[in-house]
T-cell receptor, first 112, second 113 residues
Framework: NAGVTQTPKFQVLKTGQSMTLQCAQDMNHNSMYWYRQDPGMGLRLIYYSASEGTTDKGEVPNGYNVSRLNKREFSLRLESAAPSQTSVYFC???????????FGSGTRLTVV | KNQVEQSPQSLIILEGKNCTLQCNYTVSPFSNLRWYKQDTGRGPVSLTIMTFSENTKSNGRYTATLDADTKQSSLHITASQLSDSASYICVVSARGGSYIPTFGRGTSLIVHP
């Protein structure tokens, strides 16, 4: 049982480049989330999808877009990467807002 | 505004010793509180969950307590092992349609041999 799978695990981008982080879950969860984690800041919510077909902004959405492709997949896109977006990105899923999260293993992104 | 504050920010202990991590929250109305363990380079993994009616929950050497009146929780680790070195994150969920729990910033625990 894979749980939450994120790709890629590592990525280096030049300022201004674009890329999409992929996330897929196989637990039939309704809700999916994208977080970024920076030293001393904890996990901060970028975007979330409470159910298939819906997406909403989180705490730090600027510079990002998301797509809930189907119930399994939730992608995060950086249209024009900036050094401030250097971070570790985690995708998570849950059955509901009060249920526990299952996290992916993260994508370490560096923007130079 | 819903907030979760954790203390200490970091902690160093010797292998075999016990330790207690603290979590204070202002999330309302309260639904549940979870403690997660995050190993370096990995995603967080749930350790315990407590609802309003529960005041203690154990998972092996990890024991979480909850005081809903004072809005405080603690995570006690007994007989620490090197593998306990990790970040421990307190997460509180509200009742009533909110899909977004509130995360603390975590306590970084280092266990030395």
């Amino acid at each position: 049982n894979a749980g939450v799978t994120q790709t890629p695990k590592f990525q280096v981008l030049k300022t201004g480049q674009s890329m999409t982080l992929q996330c897929a879950q196989d637990m039939n969860h309704n809700s999916m989330y994208w977080y970024r984690q920076d030293p001393g800041m904890g996990l901060r919510l970028i975007y979330y999808s409470a159910s298939e077909g819906t997406t909403d902004k989180g705490e730090v959405p600027n510079g990002y877009n998301v797509s809930r492709l189907n119930k399994r997949e939730f992608s995060l896109r950086l249209e024009s990467a900036a050094p401030s977006q250097t971070s570790v990105y985690f995708c998570a899923s849950s059955d509901s807002g009060t249920a526990g999260y299952t996290f992916g293993s993260g994508t370490r992104l560096t923007v130079v | 505004k819903n907030q979760v504050e954790q203390s200490p920010q970091s902690l160093i202990i010797l292998e075999g010793k016990n330790c207690t991590l603290q979590c204070n929250y202002t999330v309302s109305p309260f639904s549940n509180l979870r403690w997660y363990k995050q190993d370096t380079g990995r995603g967080p993994v749930s350790l315990t969950i407590m609802t309003f009616s529960e005041n203690t929950k154990s998972n092996g050497r990890y024991t979480a307590t909850l005081d809903a009146d004072t809005k405080q929780s603690s995570l006690h680790i007994t007989a620490s092992q090197l593998s306990d070195s990790a970040s421990y994150i307190c997460v509180v969920s509200a009742r009533g349609g909110s899909y977004i729990p509130t995360f603390g910033r975590g306590t970084s625990l280092i266990v030395h041999p």
